[in-house]
């Protein structure tokens, strides 16, 4: 059993079709609609639905606050190592990007970790490049046992692994995954990911599937805007949601929102997705599903996140670097991407209040998960 | 408009009105309102026939061929019970479905969801196709479904009571979220109980009480086949919906202008 029949199903160019065919009479319906299908959520992510825009926007907003009260979650990335063996159009760890590489002892590790402490941060976001002699399991499996006993919640954003690499990472501290698949559009991901085993489309694809199985407590799932179509590529992330809750209904879910940024060697994105572009799928997943989390980080300016949490996004990062050793080892080398928010925690946090939130630094306990071994 | 087939376990229904046998004043009178009702899956309970005499009143009654029989454990209180009268209805019957309904309780029939489980998971690897009579408790839909059920039947409210979806707001987060096909089962006392059912996105609805004990059975039949239909139909034409005003206050996307 797996997403990939689901997959095969649709084809790429019929589904961006009936988006882009969807009436405002679609739009009505699926705002009103008490429970919205895969085909609401077309008719909400269309051209056709930007003129009902606010009234989203409202609905958004009083769904969150039902499910998730008035609170937004806080979250911090820590990059452990900039070594990568594939090269990714947009990405500025890129092989093909001449740039010094680093990764992180477990010494230097425990030096950001306090940076990261003293700000208050409980959630803290594992990254690495797709390294694996350098930052493969037996790596990762060390950074979260020097993790652990600092931190109540550890999530991770490297390369898929196997399903078995992923049951020995969970009873390691591992709680929460992050795997994007970029885009969904099959052809061009080849374009995107000419070299490396990130070119493989299908392992990424089947990933979610390893991570559900091994019994992850939450993922993360969202793809790159920039590369293809966003409202085609957010349809079908939509459907391996739907697909996912059904079969491993015991993890939770978040999604994510990535625009392209700024970053060494990077191509120029293929399309652009305005703010107002990016508000109307956030509402739109928001209606579709209540109970998602979604996740927006400093890639996004300052104005753009002011506004943004109060219609629907349940967590945000704060003071974020994007580079291995950026909050205390070595704060000069070179970043994965630009950052557009540069407040620091607790300004970000004071933004939080004064929007009528409460920012919320741990909301869970390493009590309630496998023990730590 | 031709609605949508009903597939479960490979076998396809163009109806999806499923009856009961129970109930009727007289097997002919069943008969008569089973093929006006249009159903093609009929649940008989194994306690209410004779499987040793091939004559037997009801199954007479159903011999038609666009019967499929569902034979059920009503009257077994465990999973052991269970087990033992599914093996006995399927020599019985010759047919490898079964409704399982385990209630330990005399009085509500209420079904006990922990004997169902064990016993759905037995059966499930003894080769059985298993639809399971159940709480509508979405917990356990799910649960179900991992031990490999072919459909779950959820109860609209307590059985006999002809008191239509009580249980509504569970209805909807199971058939939310099922990855098998979801039978409304108990409780559906009128027509529009079926209807309202099915236009929530119900897979079908079984119907017994309310078609046997009715004034006129083989009308009422109809009825039910009617209202299931409109429902399925309306379901898939997709409803409109009453439209909620948000309230106003400051606009929130002005930010973007
Ligand atoms: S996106 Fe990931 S895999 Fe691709 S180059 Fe960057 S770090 Fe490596």
New interface residues.
Partial sequence: MSFRPIFEAHNWDDVKASIYAKTAADVERALAAPRRTLEDFKALISPAAVPYLEQMARLSQQLTRKRFGNTVQLYVPLYLSNECQNICTYCGFSLDNKIRRRTLSSVEILQEAQVLKAWGYEHVLLVTGEANQTVGVDYLEKALHTLRPHFAHLSMEVQPLDEEEYERLIPAGLNTVLVYQETYHQQDYKKHHPKGKKSNFHYRLDTPDRLGRAGIHKMGLGVLFGLEDWRTDSFYTALHLDYLERTYWQTKYSLSFPRLRPAEGLLQPKVEMSDRELVQLICAYRLLNEEVELSISTRETPTFRDNIIRLGITSISAGSKTNPGGYAVAPESLEQFEISDERTPKEIAGMIRRQGYEPVWKDWDTALAPAPI | MKTQPLIIAGRTFTSRLFTGTGKFSSAALMEEALLASGSELVTVALKRVDVSDTNDDILRHLGHPQFHLLPNTSGVRTAKEAVFAAQLAREALETNWLKLEIHPDPKYLLPDPVETLKAAEELVKLGFVVLPYIHADPVLC?RLEEVGVAAVMPLGSPIGSNKGLLTRDFL?III????VPVVVDAGIGAPSHAAAAMEMGADAVLVNTAIAVAGQPVHMAQAFQMAVEAGRMAYEA?L?????H??A?S???A??D
Avoid: D
Wanted: glycine share 4%.
């Fill in positions: 799910k909807e939310g979220q099922s990855k997709r409109a919906v009453p439209v909620a948000a309230e206050s606009p929130l996307t930010f973007l």
